[in-house]
């Protein structure tokens, strides 16, 4: 009976060292200031991360029903749909535009069977806030085109291609222009224009 009570004891002992245990693992830690990249949750303006995320939401549910020239209007035109290739002396700079008179003509393009499968489906982690002070082209002229202190925002998406052993991938770059965020751009690997 004494050796099952200091068994119970010592349970009891462990029990208590392991609660107290996880309550010293939840107290405060500075963060590393070394980091370069700020989740999307602790972007600094919840307004314009409120205002992307409801357009982004509109537009899923639109792409979900493959209603495509419902879609259009969650486009900026001029619409870019490439980056400038490495050869290319602008270097990555987004090229292509399509004119909003163009659409109809690419819009199975812009938005093709990959994109109305998956985008639809995107989660946190195919979402990217892009730091401001990038010193990347292809998202400085980006930033060009959007309203002063706002947000550029990225969906992208990498995936196996269907019946093979080959990778794909495409992007989308959403931008805040004239108060409102839409997509202003989008790259993949296999060009529109």
């Known amino acids: 009976m004494k050796k099952l009570n200091k068994i119970s004891g010592v349970l009891f002992l462990f029990i208590i060292c392991l609660s107290c245990r996880g309550n010293a693992s939840e107290e405060y830690h500075a ?27 509109q537009l899923k549910i639109q792409l979900k029903n493959k209603n495509l020239d419902a879609s259009s209007a969650f486009l900026n035109f001029p619409f870019f749909t490439a980056k400038a290739s490495e050869e290319n ?15 109809n003509q690419y819009k199975s393009d812009v ?34 085109l959007t309203d002063k202190g706002s ?21 989308f770059v959403f931008g805040k222009i004239k108060g409102k965020y839409k997509a202003i751009a989008m790259y993949s690997k296999w060009p529109i224009k």
């Open 31 to 57: 963060p590393d200031s070394s980091q370069k990249s700020v989740p999307i949750e602790q972007a600094s303006n919840t307004n314009d991360e409120k205002a992307f995320r409801q357009m982004l939401q």
């Open 89 to 103: 002396s602008s270097g990555e700079a987004a090229v292509d535009p399509i004119a909003q008179s163009e659409f």
């Open 151 to 171: 947000h550029l925002y990225e969906v992208y998406f990498q995936y196996p291609e269907k019946g093979t052993n080959a990778e794909s991938f495409f992007g």
């Open 111 to 144: 938005f093709n069977t990959d994109i109305l499968r998956l985008m639809p489906k995107q989660t946190e982690e195919q979402l990217s806030e892009i730091d401001e002070k990038t010193d990347d082209p292809y998202y400085r002229k980006l930033a060009k």
